[in-house]
């Protein structure tokens, strides 16, 4: 059956994620994650995963400095 050695795959995958983590390696890991999902769901959804802030909007953060002591 297939599904079992996707499952396979998918554990080792996961495995050596967790190797590339400890290591800092977190590229790595990312790509590794990014291909454990493609296998489980048969869907590549790269461009979320790889660049989590686009698209969001931050608050602008309030300038501490040039205020005037009174």
């Given amino acids: 059956e297939s599904g079992g050695d996707v499952g396979k795959v998918a ?3 996961e495995t050596e994620m ?3 983590v400890t290591k ?3 590229e790595k ?3 590794l994650r990014d291909q454990i999902d493609f296998l489980r769901t048969g869907k590549f959804d790269g461009e979320s995963k790889s660049r989590p802030y686009r698209g969001r909007k931050f608050a602008k953060r309030k300038h501490r400095y040039g205020k005037s002591k009174g």
């Fill in 24 to 26: 800092l390696e977190f």
């Fill in 11 to 13: 554990r080792a995958l």
């Fill in 29 to 31: 890991a990312a790509l």
């Fill in 18 to 20: 967790l190797e590339a």
